[in-house]
Structures are given as C-alpha cells and as structure tokens.
C-alpha cells in the first residue's frame, strides 16, 4: 500500500523535529524535550518507515543512532563499534522478545530455563575504557557507536575507575565499556550549591554525567561527583575471557573495576520478570538514576548464534520503567508560603503521569530559579520526579511557548495574608513579614509543633490543622491543648475511636523535653541539634530566656547569626505570651543541671555530622554518646567538620563530606576513637 500525502507530510515533520532534538543534544549540550517524548517520536518514525519502506531515505535520523561528536574534543573510532539496545516496555514487548530468541536458538520447550544476566540499566553516559597490559590508556565516549569523542583526560579524575588493574591475568589489550553516572545525592547536592550561587544547574544526573565528561578542562571534571559501573567488553587481545556474561563481569570486578552491585542471573522470561519488578521496588532508594533493567543471553556461545539485526544484538534488550520526565503544561503559577514565611513559587500543572505517579504541582524553588526557568501560565514544560525527591519543572520548552505570555514576577504582598513581602539583600528566598499573623505561616508552624520530633502529637494531621487554622480554632499553638474528644469526633472522617485516641496523645505530648520544647517552637535557625545543645548547656527555661547573644554563642552550634535569631524570638511579647500559655495549659519538662560548659572527653574541640542508618543504635543515642565524650553535634557539614558518622543510605551529606574531605567514620570507627 503506498503512502497517503498525509502519511508523508507527517514523516517529514517527524525528521524534522528529531534532527532538531538531536542537534541541541549532541551539539548544543542543551536538550528541550524529555527523552521520553523523543522515543515516542523515534518510535512513530521507525513504525511509519516499517509500513512503508518506500518512505525509508539514507538521511533519515532512523538510519542513524546518535549524531555527530563535537568539534572541540579529539574523535576516537570504535575498533569495535559500541552497539545499541533495543527496548521494550511491557511485559507483552518482553515475551515476544523471549519467543524470537528462544525460537532462534531452535528450543522447543520455550526456553523457561534460558539464562539472562540481567541488570539495572543506569541513566548515564555510555563510555569504553581501553587497558593495554593493565594500564588505562584511552577513554572514549559512545559517541553514535563508531566515532566517540576521547575523553581519557576527565575519566582519569574519576576516582572509582582504576588507572590499573588489579591484580594478573588480565588481556594485553581489554576494552570495558559501561555507564558514568552522577549518583543522585552528588546531583542533589551540586544543583543546591549552584541554585545558590545562581549558577546553572544540571537539568537531570544523565546530562550532568554526559556534560562533566565533556569539559574541556580536566579540573571541572574533577568537581563533579562521577562514579561508573562496567556492563561489557569490546576488543579483547592477548588473552581469554569466561564464556559467560556473569562470569566475564565477575572477572572485571576482580580486576578492580568496578560493577552494578544490583545485577545478577535470572531464569527465563518470568525471572526477567521478577527482576523487574523487584528492581522496579527498590528503584528509588539505589543512590544513582536507572530507567529501566537490561537483560542479556548470559552464554556468549547463544550470543554468537543470536548475532545483531543492524546496529543492536539479538540477545539483549532494555526493559523499560515509566519515564521520570514528562511533558506538560503550566495552569498556574502560584507563591506558597511556608513556616518561616518564604515564599516559594509553585507550578500548577495539567495532570501527568510521572516516574509512577500523577503530578500535578512542581516546586520552582525560589524567585531567581523561577526568572533563570523563565516558567510562563500556558508554557509547555519538562517535569521530573525521581525517586522520592519532590517534582520539580525542569525547563520550558520555549519552541512550544504560545503567544502573549508573561514574565511572573514576585508578588510585593503575601497572597494569604497580604503582608508585605521582603527579600533581603543577598538572600534567594523571599519572606512574607505577616509572622504568626499570616494563616500559611500559622498553619506551617502548627504542623511542626505537632510533628514527631517536637511535641509528637500523632493523629493531628495536616488536614486537621489546615481546617483548624481555617475556622480560626486554633490561633496558639496552646489551643491544641484546648480541643475536646467531643468536638473532634464532630469532625469529618473522625470516628469517635481516633478522636479519643488523639486527646490521650494530645494529653501525654504534655510531658515533654526541654529540647522537644525549644525545637517545637520553630525559632528560625533553631533545628533539634541546636534545641538539644541550648537545653542542655542552660538546663531550664528561664535561664535561657534571660541569656544574652555573649551567653548563647557559648553554646556549642550556636554561632552569632543563630543567637540573634533566638534573641529575636525570645524578645517578641506574643512569643513569651505563647510560651506562658503553653505551661499553663500543663506544657512540662524536667530541668537538668545547667552544664554551661561542654562536656570534656575525648572528643572535646571536635565536632561530628551524623547522617543515614546507624546499625543498632539511633541517632539521639550517637549524639549522646557523642557530646558525653565532649564532642559537638552538628547539622550540616562543613570545612568546620572534623567527623561525618555515617551509616546506612547516606545521602548528600556523605557526597558533601567527600568533597570537603572531611573524615568519614562508620560506628565502628566512633568506638574505636573512644577505645584508650
Ligand atoms: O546500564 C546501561 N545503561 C547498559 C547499557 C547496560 N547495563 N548494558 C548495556 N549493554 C549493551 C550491550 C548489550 C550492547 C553490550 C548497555 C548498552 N549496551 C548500551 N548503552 C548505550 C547504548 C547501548
């Protein structure tokens, strides 16, 4: 059947806009569309092409996989061309590709038992290393499979990637290639200290992997928090490698390179199966960005006998997860204002469905973020949502901008209470000046009187509070103290179980700490490690009330800016008046003996971080066993640092402290300063 005028028109326009894609991708290092939208247009094309051949001309972007390398790095030709994977996205997609491979492979029984070396497909840059008697002689890119760019002179400042390889036996000559990425907690991280720098940020961890790989300037690259795991091999000379995929990976591990700790051997179709959902499972907590699992043949006998259909093997392919970017449009673009009166620009979104789940607002972050965006009512935009962090628009796609749109700017008055809105010099945040006054900021702070590090009100829920501040119920935080079973199990959705439930936990927050207490009160700067320093250095209340900035910068953590801010707090009558009402509703604590100075011991003078999962023992008790010894604990890492006690899933603070070089210990470590 020949092609219709219409049928043409359209895969010309398909062309068009993906040679458009691939040119900012490749050449401009700048991309516009999330890469989910642009397989869906490489997949319409390649569908159209497969319906009518006749269509199929040598120039189109389907005859290619990537584009042209850049001018300014040296081009590297593949000895073997690095080949590309074929996906599927469903389980029907999955099947049928088993079926082929089992049917080529001549298996009568369906291949249930045909085993797959299956892994995480990492969301990076593909990269080939070249070893030559052991020693790492040249890096190169992936560029479009047969000409690559050389990058041997930033990959050589990843740490993780060895300049030689351990141990023997390895080939005279031994290509490895695999994937650098950005582990998520490096990309978090890099973003916020550019966000406040305003500097550019990465728009995602796989373009700040692609773009650190490409300076020009090794000591950029350096920078940047790059790790790579190795997934196959190219040339081999001299030498012999296992005849199994897992094996051979095995043997790269050996060697001292280094592999996903994720991958491994799966039987069938229903292993790939259940290694996809499993993965899929654990997909947010990896540390690093994956799109989906690649399963693999794992004997390279079946390999040989499968071979490659144009530019991708037969025996491999990438089973996909929902995409974490996704095109949308702005509805709006609201200011929300938060405890301590910030002001954060929000987009309202047309609903979309996003790494597994529908979104419908993105944060902005601050007012410089929302002018660099530029983020317009009625733009198209890229949303992302990965892992557990929370949904952020990416970029605009400006080529989709509709006519007559406007810059947002500030608002000069807090759209909940119309207080004037201020942004001091120097400061990327913007803060309503109504205080307590403004309902947002009321609600906010309430939230976190509540929440269970402060008072530890369980079953008084956002909701609740949001209605609560509404009708004007609660005004102080000491009316919670104020609430009644009866007129609690008045309300929508609360049974007369909960609403008992939640007096008793009202009344026993009654009972708290000095440091509980201090911290509920959400003094700004005041977090729990300073709330727990302030407690116990001054011991009771009044002591601390009466302490002046000289006094508070004694306390350890407590450095000029916060002392004003507690001064700040605690001069304002209507907080000492929320204080006072707090104890005479039966707020109580016990008062410890004034340490007023730190304690002295081993640690004395130093001063630790601590972050993640420590094995057996919380980090309340770290932090006691900690200052007990004369050592200070602290929230954020810093040049200051002398110790980062991390445990399990350590996150950005880990990243932070590599950087800075601060030590890091695990809890062994802690113990064994302590051991005389
Ligand atoms: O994690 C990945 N991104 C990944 C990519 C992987 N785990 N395995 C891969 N295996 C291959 C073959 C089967 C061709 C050796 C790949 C890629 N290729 C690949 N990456 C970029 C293009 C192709």
Known sequence: MGASATIRARVESLRDEIRYHNYRYHTLDDIEIPDAEYDRLMRELQDLEKQYPDLVTVDSPTQRVGAEPSEALKSVRHRLPMLSLDNVFSEDELREFHRRVAEKLEFEDGALDLQYAAEPKLDGAAVSLLYEHGILVRAATRGDGTTGEDITHNVRTIESIPLRLLGNGYPEALEVRGEVFMPRAGFEAYNK???????????????????????LDPKLTAERPLDMYVYSVGLVEGGNLPDRHSEIIEQLQAWGLKTCPERGVVRGVDGCLAYYEAIGKKRDSLGYDIDGVVYKVDSLAMQRELGFVARAPRWAVAHKFPAQEELTTVVDVEFQVGRTGAVTPVARLEPVFVGGVTVSNATLHNIDELHRKDVRVGDTVIVRRAGDVIPEVVSVVTSRRPRKTKPVSLPKRCPVCDSHVVRED????????GGLFCKAQRTEALKHFVSRRAMDIEGLGARLIEQFVEENRIKSPSDIFELSKEELAERERM?????ENLVRAIEASKATSLSRFLYALGIREVGEATAHNLASYFGNLPAILEAGAEELVKV???????????????????????????????????DTDPSMVAEEGPFTGKTFVITGTLPGITRDEAKALIQKNGGKVTGTVSRKTSYLLAGEKAGSKLT???????????????RALLKP
């Open 426 to 433: 120097g400061e990327a945040v913007a803060r309503c000046t």
């Open 495 to 499: 049974g007369e179980k909960s609403a």
């Open 656 to 670: 932070k402290a590599q950087q800075l070089e601060v030590e890091v210990l695990d809890l062994d470590g802690l």
């Open 193 to 215: 200290q550019a966000r406040a720098a305003g500097e550019k940020t990465f728009v995602n961890p796989r373009n700040a992997a692609a773009g650190s790989l490409r300076q």
């Open 556 to 590: 350890p953590d407590v450095g000029p800016i916060v002392a004003k801010r507690i001064r700040e707090f605690l001069r304002e009558e209507h907080n000492l008046e929320v204080i006072r009402q707090l104890q005479d509703h039966g707020v109580h604590w016990q």
